[in-house]
C-alpha cells in the first residue's frame, strides 16, 4: 500500500542555519504530495504542495520538489527561525479509488535555538 | 484560521461512555475527514465522507461510527470507550473528494480514565 516515510527527529538547529527534512514515498498511480506543520497545541496547517512530477512547492521560505524518479519530496529552508519550531509532517494523497485521504509520515519535531 | 471549527476542544470521560465529536467544515467544501492522532499511532485516516455520503474508510474501529448531515457538518461517534482510545481527533475538509489539500481543524482531544 501506499506509505510515506520521514527521517525521524528530533532535529535541533541553530537559528539562520540550513534545514532538511527528507521525504520518501512508495505510491500507486500519482499522487499529490504536501507538508503540513503542527505547532503546539494546534491543528495542522497546510505549509506546501506539489500535484506532480518536478512541481516545486513553496510558501513562507520553505521549498520542497517533487521526485519521482527518486520518489521524494524533501523539505528545504535557508535559514530557520525561532518561531519554525514545530512537527512537520510529510504527506501523500491518492488520488485513486481510495478517495483524497492523507497518509502522513511519522512526523519530524524541530527545535531551533536562538 | 483554517476555517474549519471543531467542537468540545477538550472532552474527559470514562471507560464505557459514549462520545460524540463535531466538526463544521469549511463554507463550500464537500469533503469532511476525520483523522486520529496518537504518540504510538501517528497520524490515522479514519473515514471520509463526501456530500453526505462515506466516500473512503480507514481503520476505523467498529466501535466508531460517523455521518455527514445534508447541511454539510459531520460528527464522529464513538462509543464503549476504551483506555486506548485516549487521542487528538481531528476533522478535516476538502473542496473535492480525490487528491485535493485539506484543511485541519484545531482537534477535539479526547481523554479516557
Known amino acids: 500500500g501506499n506509505s510515506v516515510t520521514q527521517m525521524e527527529g528530533p532535529v535541533t538547529l541553530s537559528e539562520e542555519a540550513f534545514l532538511t527534512i527528507n521525504c520518501t514515498y512508495t505510491a500507486t498511480g500519482y499522487p499529490s504530495l504536501f507538508w503540513y506543520v503542527q505547532y503546539p497545541g494546534e491543528g495542522l496547517q497546510l505549509l506546501l504542495k506539489a500535484t506532480k512530477a518536478d512541481d516545486k512547492g513553496s510558501n513562507k521560505g520553505f521549498e520542497a520538489t517533487y521526485r519521482k524518479e527518486t520518489t521524494s519530496f524533501h523539505l528545504e529552508k535557508g535559514s530557520v527561525q525561532v518561531s519554525d519550531s514545530a512537527v512537520y509532517f510529510c504527506a501523500l494523497s491518492d488520488r485513486g479509488d481510495q478517495g483524497g485521504k492523507l497518509i502522513f509520515g511519522q512526523g519530524t519535531e524541530l527545535s531551533v535555538k536562538p | 484560521d483554517s476555517g474549519v471549527t471543531q467542537t468540545p476542544k477538550h472532552l474527559i470521560t470514562a471507560t464505557g461512555q459514549r462520545v460524540t465529536l463535531r466538526c463544521s467544515p469549511r463554507s463550500g467544501d464537500l469533503s469532511v475527514y476525520w483523522y486520529q492522532q496518537s504518540l504510538d499511532q501517528g497520524l490515522q485516516f479514519l473515514i471520509q465522507y463526501y456530500n453526505g455520503e462515506e466516500r473512503a474508510k480507514g481503520n476505523i474501529l467498529e466501535r466508531f461510527s460517523a455521518q455527514q448531515f445534508p447541511d454539510l457538518h459531520s460528527e464522529l461517534n464513538l462509543s464503549s470507550l476504551e483506555l486506548g482510545d485516549s487521542a487528538l481527533y481531528f476533522c478535516?475538509?476538502?473542496?473535492?473528494?480525490?487528491?485535493?489539500?485539506?484543511?485541519f481543524g484545531q482537534g477535539t482531544r479526547l481523554t479516557v480514565v
Open positions: 478535516a475538509s476538502s473542496v473535492g473528494s480525490l487528491g485535493t489539500e485539506a484543511f
